[in-house]
């Protein structure tokens, strides 16, 4: 039997190899030369408008993720649109996810490093207790590091963490939960006591849906004509699913044996799934052309959600709602554990040939990519972790100028101190008033300053030769931003800041920068 493999990045041919993954798959490595980075030829992987991530950076396996996400429009749109609302606070995930969104589409397919939101990730305590910090030389924070239950767990917590970042907006403005509205699924969870028959009951929301095989829910699904079952009876089942336990009775201080039923109430306009197959459950699918699906209708029942492949008439059609694939994280394997890593398949709007297609993203690949190449499951080397379905009802556009509506701009025209005021501060600097707003065509000089956190890693050659490993590692240090209009002021900065750096410093560069940067012995603005 021949499989389709690709002869170069971008085009599938006939082959006859069929027991490795394909070239556009396979795990990909950044070669630098004495020049670093700058003369590695990214645009042989990437001839598309889409950008690719780089891989250098720590927790570079969540590139996968970072790139579904970036193709939903409701969570793109959600994620620009915050960033007019002014945010300082140094954890958020919510407003790096936003700039680094903003910046793939202004890059209009040049690769890009995600580093700020990377450093952002790092420092939260609650990733590094996770798990989920992958530094760039391989050491990762715990036990998970089996990749594609890491991606798992990076889903839901970047949906939770985002969750947890407008909740503090939303504190302060006064106003209704957006990402609840996007990605919540609201859940009512009974617990009866199988010694008493006492019941308890309870709604919570969650953000993303475990999908389990129908027999660990109990679950029998319906075949008809003898079909396979697919993917869709899998979500029914993980809609509705019960468990006994043994539970603390708080009243009687002994533990009793308890039945634990999830049912979901409501399912939002982004469906986020993980997806948990077992080794003999993929050796099924495998041999399943036909289990991962492009659409599904749902609706809700008396007891459970409903959930069909196709609708037979106009009744059915008003009562369901319909799901569309946007796309799914797939875990390729290779033939050493150190080859693994993820790769990610959307579906979006070709603006040159007006149709629907599908791209593969591995990290700075970017490539066109058969339907058919995207829906086969029978590789070895091919599973699917984490996917994403949205509502086809009302589909919204991609706003790509949602940044600019309603822009909170004060910040401008005051100071920022990371530690007291003004006070015993020597200021080189003249905020702008009102009257200067900044323009359209408004002149302006960006002068920026940085020190280094890590060298450059060399290897010597056999032959003398240094080859580089990987480059110089630099963070902002200092930024000053100058009037350039014609006038009394031209050349007086009204930003000059000195940025505090949290991470070791490996290099000052500088003696100005060691002499400001400390943050309780400096009289400059941090």
Not at 19 to 30: C, D, G, Q, T, V
Not at 135 to 141: L, M, P, Q, R, V
Not at 358 to 387: G, M, Q, R
């Amino acid at each position: 039997k021949k499989n389709k493999t690709q002869e170069n990045l971008f085009e599938f041919k006939e082959s006859e190899e069929e027991n490795s993954p394909h070239p556009a798959f396979r795990k990909l490595e950044i070669l630098y030369s004495k020049f670093g980075v700058d003369d590695f030829d990214f645009d042989s992987y990437n001839q598309t408008r889409f950008t690719g991530l780089e891989t250098h950076v720590d927790n570079s396996y969540t590139n996968s993720l970072l790139q579904l996400y970036r193709f939903v429009p409701e969570m793109f749109n959600f994620l620009l649109g915050n960033l007019a609302i002014e945010n300082l606070d140094s954890n958020s995930i919510i407003r790096e996810l936003g700039y680094l969104y903003d910046m793939m589409v202004k890059s209009f397919g040049h690769h890009l490093r995600p580093t700020n939101f990377q450093q952002t990730l790092s420092s939260l305590q609650d990733a590094n207790n996770l798990g989920l910090i992958e530094k760039e030389n391989g050491t990762i924070s715990s036990t998970a590091r089996d990749i594609g239950t890491r991606i798992k767990l990076f889903n839901k917590f970047l949906l939770d963490k985002i969750t947890k970042d407008e909740l503090k907006e939303v504190a302060e403005a006064s106003r209704s939960l957006q990402s609840y509205s996007i990605f919540g699924i609201e859940v009512e969870s009974t617990i009866r006591s199988l010694y008493t028959g006492a019941m308890s009951t309870d709604t919570s929301v969650i953000n993303t849906l475990d999908v389990f095989s129908p027999l660990a829910n109990s679950f029998r699904p319906s075949i008809k004509n003898g079909s396979q079952p697919s993917i869709l009876s899998y979500i029914e089942s993980s809609l509705n699913t019960v468990e006994q336990r043994s539970m603390l009775n708080e009243m009687t201080g002994h533990y009793e044996a308890v039945e634990v039923s999830h049912t979901v109430k409501r399912l939002p306009p982004v469906l986020s799934i993980n997806l948990h197959l077992k080794n003999d459950e993929l050796k099924g699918i495998r041999n399943n052309s036909d289990w991962l699906k492009p659409t599904f209708y749902t609706a809700p029942s008396k007891e459970r959600f409903t959930v069909m492949e196709n609708i037979t008439n106009h009744v059915m059609a008003n009562a369901f709602e319909e799901y569309s694939l946007v796309g799914f994280v797939c875990e390729v394997t290779g033939e050493l554990d150190k080859d693994k890593h993820l790769v990610t398949f959307v579906q979006t709007y070709n603006d040159f040939l007006q149709k629907n297609e599908w791209y593969l993203f591995n990290d700075f690949l970017v490539t066109a990519i058969p339907h058919s190449e995207v829906f086969n499951l029978s590789y070895w080397w091919k599973t699917p972790v984490t996917l994403v379905y949205r509502n086809t009802r009302n589909l919204p556009r991609f706003d790509y100028a949602a940044w600019n509506r309603g822009l909170n701009d004060e910040i401008l025209y005051r100071d920022h101190f990371a530690y007291g005021t003004r006070e015993g501060k020597k200021i080189e600097y003249e905020l702008l008033t009102r009257e200067e707003a900044p323009k359209p065509g408004t002149l302006i000089a960006i002068d920026a300053e940085f020190v280094t956190l890590e060298e450059e890693q060399f290897e010597i050659k056999s032959n003398g030769l240094r080859s580089m490993l990987k480059p110089r590692k630099q963070t902002l240090a200092r930024v000053s931003v100058l009037r350039g209009d014609d006038g009394p002021k031209m050349g007086v900065p009204f930003i000059d800041d000195y940025v505090i750096v949290e991470e070791g410093i490996h290099d000052y560069l500088t003696s100005v920068s060691y002499t400001h940067l400390r943050a309780h012995e400096t009289r400059r603005h941090l």
